[in-house]
């Protein structure tokens, strides 16, 4: 089965902790994608990266950082800088500089305590 | 960045009526766009798209319609069901390939 995965769907953390979202595809695309959702809200886009060791920030970015060492994995970590973290957490892909959809993957409910 | 709001438009229809999600975006210069779906606790996924070349577009149930001249997108579902009931997304390609999403509108369908 190609797809995107995130883990855990949801998480919970301590004001103060660090924590890393996972986010994995085996669709070989090269682009991929962090947002972060609120409730009743669009999506807004955090970090992104065309291609494997390089990323760029996204619109809200502060507070957040990512790697990207491998094709297939884009890991996020919230960082305690970030002003208020609790929010749904969705990571996509595509295929890099071509008009083509992105793939979502279903999502981390982030909870900080 | 997007002017989002914290309560989104709602939109609600019998079952088995046609809907329609009008979308405004807000770049002259975008050439593609995309509707996704998101069902609560999920994450969006893509019903379809059309290129600025075009305007409109039809799928299985769906209908885009693109008006360049007014900058606005809709989405048209016929026949509404139950399992159409979600949260719709319109979304405009820029010119560095990122997707920048419109701030949504709830559809619930009343059975």
């Known amino acids: 089965d190609g797809g995107i995965t995130q883990s855990p769907k949801y998480l919970f953390r301590k004001e103060g902790q660090n924590v890393t979202l996972s986010c994995e595809q085996n669709?070989?695309?090269?682009?991929m994608y962090w947002y972060r959702q609120d409730p009743g809200q669009g999506l807004r886009l955090i970090y992104y990266?065309?291609?494997?060791?390089?990323?760029q920030k996204g619109d809200i970015a502060e507070g957040y950082s990512v790697s990207r060492e491998k094709k297939e994995s884009f890991p996020l970590t919230v960082t305690s800088a970030q002003k208020n973290p609790t929010a749904f957490y969705l990571c996509?892909?595509?295929?890099?500089?071509?008009?083509?959809?992105?793939?979502f993957g279903p999502g981390t409910r982030l909870t900080v305590l | 960045g997007e002017n989002v709001g914290l309560h989104l438009p709602t939109l609600s229809v019998q079952e088995g009526d046609n809907s329609i999600i009008n979308c405004a975006y807000s770049?002259?210069?975008?050439?593609?766009f995309i509707w996704y779906k998101q069902e609560s606790g999920k994450g969006p996924q893509f019903i379809i798209d059309?290129?600025?070349?075009?305007d409109k577009r039809q799928g299985q149930r769906v209908t885009v319609l693109l008006n360049k001249t007014v900058k606005h997108l809709s989405l048209q579902i016929a026949a509404t069901q139950p399992g159409d009931s979600a949260v719709y997304f319109c979304?405009?390609?820029?010119?560095?390939?990122?997707?920048?999403f419109g701030s949504g509108t709830r559809l619930l369908v009343r059975p």
């Open positions: 996509a892909s595509s295929l890099a500089g071509v008009v083509d959809e992105q793939f």
């Open positions: 669709l070989n695309h090269d682009a």
């Open positions: 990266s065309q291609i494997v060791n390089d990323f």
């Open positions: 770049n002259s210069a975008s050439d593609y």
């Open positions: 059309i290129r600025s070349n075009m």
């Open positions: 979304a405009e390609m820029d010119s560095s390939y990122k997707l920048i």
